[in-house]
């Protein structure tokens, strides 16, 4: 996630969405709240150098005569600008509301103490004393998590969450007492902490952080699985924040949502370590990419064992540098000119921008997903004609022998509507509505679901690996935001 993310002025309620206006839904949605759609060049810089940080060292057909599944309550999303996305809840007896960035790249939940000091700016901040049902855990322990810019210390502790229509007890949480300048700075006047939604072994046996665990063990999430969709066509920015920028949903999403059908795809390993020192299999939303198409005759083949890590913590869409600079080459011979910039990111002439050629994830058995110039291209935050390449290099190791990473963001997850199957331990992709138009989507049924649960254990275990030596400061990074990144 990006630390400008977590900067605007106090949230603003926006109009009901073109999309919701013209299907006429009103599904007790949580709304998304995001920034806005532009994107300094320094914060694409940030953020690219901050995944080092993170992700470093460590789809047969059913009966069609299963019940279809039930819509689930569509929490909005805010959005306030560079596309970090937030949602709204209340924590404690005393319902104290505070606005947290959805994190599908990390596990943990956190939120400021009324005692913090030095803490950023005017943001809210919890009164855990006044707050009947909190429960302090380790004697109001102290203890440092540090990011890849920027730290923080607090103390652990559960309390009572109310989001939506949900009443959650006894939520793990992070209560921070004091955060670095960089921390500080980072979260400026807006954004109050991180809601970490990994996959954290789905619903295995183990250590467990995420409300999303929490509401599936309660027997309150629909088919456990929630779904995210990001509004193409937001406008939200720091100064007016949108409502009305996607939806999270407990359940499987609305078929105005999506066009067609989804796939379907099984999370592979990426091992590592919980906070509490136990070992994890599978953290992240993480599946196999095969590689990139560029136009209709460039194929680009990712490295084998190459695994995509399904992020909403960050925006870009970052490959290793192999396959990065495989792909500008082939843009390069279509008579683009791209120019690297001192920080590291690619840009090109905005007026140019609609001759290049589409980009494909394969995903799986080389499944494409398709992006065009305008769905990968960034444009100028100033207006003028240095437009940035979505595209961004990365190398990460998960230790000798270990697989490359690819990691995608919310310009992913804008193209296509995503569904996290925690029971099936998958993750599927439709096209996304664009925001303007109701889209006509095929519903989602437990037969999908179980077909596409049956994939081979061969695939699932493809990217098994060693586990990862980490230091104690590695640990922490792998886990927890990227919304620091973006200064």
Known sequence: MKVSALAAAALIAAPVSALESAVGIDDGAIPIYARSQSYSHGAIAAQTKALQYRYSSPATSLSQSLAQISIGDAIPLINYGSNSFFVRLRIGSNKQEFSLDIDTGSSFMWIPSVSCNPCAGSNPRFNYSKSASFKNLNNYAVHKLQYGTGSVNGFDGQDTVQWDAYTIENQPLLVTTSQDSVMRMALGTYGDGIMGLAFEDGLKQGFHETIMYNLASKNMLPQNLFSIWMNQSDTGTETAPSSSSGKLVLGAPHTSLYWGSFKFFPVVPIPGYNRDGSSTKAYYWAIKASGLSVGVRNSLPAPAGTIMVIDSGTSMMTIEHASHNELLRVLKETGQEIIKRPDGTQHVNCSTVKTLPSISFN?????????????????????????????????????????????????????????????????????????????????????????NSKNSEADKTSGEMKRPRYSDASVLLAFFLLFYSCI
């Open 363 to 451: 995903i799986g058995d080389s499944i494409p997903f398709v992006f065009s110039f305008s769905d990968y291209i960034l444009p100028d935050p100033k207006g003028g004609d240095d437009c940035t390449l979505g595209f961004q290099p990365f190398t990460a190791s998960l230790g000798e022998g270990g697989p490359n990473l690819w990691i995608v963001g919310s310009i992913f997850l804008q193209k296509y509507c995503t569904v996290f199957d925690l029971e099936n331990e998958q993750v599927g992709f439709a096209l996304a509505s664009d925001g303007f138009t109701a889209a006509n989507g095929t519903p989602l049924d437990l037969a999908t679901l179980l077909a």
